[in-house]
């Protein structure tokens, strides 16, 4: 058997593990797609007129509101459902797992591997799921095009995978998966303080760089230009190099602890 088919057969198996969990832990994966969903549902159906309210000069309505909130809440669900990520490498490191996987004859880098493919697979499917929910209460982007589409499921796959090697490496530097859960909180604050739920340009004057210049208000402004024809302008560029910048520093950092002595 070549290298490369040896690596391809045990990332394949640990992936295999890896997405039985799912089937294992059936509530573990449904905690973190709830949460999404019960935001958009909150803040349509209590905070939604209210929050129309204060856009485009007191214009607009509670459908709209829902077109603008809708790509933030889906870049915000690939956040919470890679906080379960940090949580099972966490204890793969520390319940010795992976110290058994280093005696046994499989490919090195197989164990990331599976983590890493699952943990987008999973991401992305807990967008779809949240999609449709959104659909089913009256989201449409009737602008979009099939290329738009699926230049949209393109750069969601893209800020999963790139949040997925740091929820890794959160998981590996973790003492145990409480630890890494608390770790991984940030995944979860950042889209709160983004353009997710109202423009930056009604935020306060010192609080608005913050909501600027951080990863996900880039990929929730390209997600809207692409599915609601609003003008992506720079953001498209920046949100590929954020993605990039920190798939690179998840891959360096998760691959350096991996590759140290076992716990």
């Known amino acids: ?51 129309s309210a204060g856009m485009a000069g007191g214009g607009a ?81 009737t602008r979009a095009t099939v290329v738009e589409w699926l230049a949209a499921y393109v750069l969601l796959a893209l800020v999963a995978l790139a949040l997925t090697w740091l929820a890794i490496a959160v998981g590996m530097v973790s003492r145990n998966g409480e630890a890494a859960g608390n770790n991984a909180v940030p995944l979860v604050i950042l889209p709160f303080v983004s353009s997710a739920f109202v423009p930056v340009d009604a935020m306060p004057g010192w609080f608005r760089p913050i909501a600027e210049y951080q990863p996900f208000t880039p990929a929730i402004e390209t997600l809207r230009g692409l599915l609601l024809g609003t003008e992506i302008g720079h953001n498209g560029w920046l949100a590929v190099a954020w993605c990039i910048g920190l798939a690179v520093l998840g891959y360096l950092w998760s691959t350096s602890l991996f590759n140290r002595d076992p716990r």
């Not at 490369?4 to 973190?32: C, E, F, G, Q, W």
Request: glycine share 8%; no cysteine; proline share 2%.
């Open 61 to 141: 309505d509670r459908s709209e509101y829902l077109g603008y909130l809708v790509p933030g809440i889906l870049v915000m669900t690939l956040g919470t459902t890679l906080v379960g990520t940090s949580v099972s490498v966490a204890d793969d490191m520390t319940e010795g797992i992976v110290a058994r996987f280093r005696t046994m004859a499989i490919h090195r880098g197989s164990v990331l591997i599976g983590h890493v493919v699952g943990s987008v697979v999973k991401a992305v499917t807990s967008v779809t799921v949240v999609g449709a929910i959104a659909v089913a209460i009256g989201f449409r982007a």
């Open 1 to 51: 058997m070549s290298t490369l088919t040896h690596a391809v057969h045990d990332s394949t198996t640990m992936l295999r593990r890896n997405l039985l969990h799912v089937r294992r832990y059936p509530a573990l994966t449904l905690n973190v797609v709830l949460m999404p969903i019960v935001l958009l549902l909150l803040f349509v159906y209590v905070f939604g007129d209210t929050m």
